[in-house]
């Protein structure tokens, strides 16, 4: 393992470049690449999720699969516009262990999203939003520590130093993983009412 090669200038073209060379912990080994995230340089507000999933893994974009088209849903009703947003994850590589020919997701280690964390340090520094948005608990443990949690502290704004305005809310696979219909829209709901929330900070 060696230091993750962050250019020493960063802009979201060497950073998307310079990540392939990751070498910060052993998750490049078994994946087609590293996904860094998307949207303008300029965007008011960053989205911060969990790790690429199988879909991201092989497209090389982020929230580009099922969970993605959860959030566009949600965003949508929210009035945020994705195209605005700048979207990405705590952890850059998918980790997953297969299962036949699946590959099934894992949550990344502790180190791993420690490891991972001065990517997401260089693409704050690069776009400096002014909402930063942590949708589940990875990217609030990587983000805002161990003493968050997201059911506590969803859809209010948290002290932070990364950014004027910091929010937590669920993930949006969180909504794929509802047991039935009636808790799955509850679930729904829940999570439109934090955007909204975010919505209303971003004029
Ligand atoms: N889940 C995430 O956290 N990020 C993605 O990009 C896709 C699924």
């Not at 948005?133 to 003493?147: E, H, N, T």
Request: hydrophobic share 40%; charged share 25%; glycine share 6%.
């Amino acid at each position: 393992m060696s230091e993750p090669p962050v250019p020493e200038h960063p802009t979201l073209p060497r950073l998307r470049d310079a990540v392939q060379h990751c070498r910060a912990c052993e998750l490049w080994k078994d994946t087609t690449q590293a996904v860094l995230g998307e949207g303008p340089r300029a965007a008011r507000a960053m989205l911060v999720g969990e790790q690429p999933g199988d879909r991201e893994d092989r497209e090389g974009a982020p929230f580009v699969g099922p969970a993605g088209r959860v959030l566009d849903e949600a965003l949508a009703e929210a009035g945020i516009d994705r195209a605005q947003v700048y979207l990405t994850n705590a952890v850059k590589h998918f980790r997953h262990r297969t299962h036949g020919k699946r590959r099934i997701h894992q949550r990344p280690t502790t180190e791993q999203i420690h490891a991972c964390r001065p990517w997401l340090d260089a693409e704050l520094a690069v776009v400096r939003p002014h909402v930063l948005v942590c949708l589940g608990a990875v990217a609030a443990q990587s983000l805002l520590g161990p003493r968050v949690r997201v059911t506590r502290d969803r859809g209010a704004p948290l002290e932070s130093n990364l950014a004027p305005l910091t929010f937590v809310t669920v993930h949006p696979s969180s909504l794929l993983r509802a047991p039935d219909a009636a808790a799955r829209r509850d679930a729904h709901a829940a999570f439109v009412r934090d955007l909204r929330r975010i919505a209303r900070e971003l004029g």
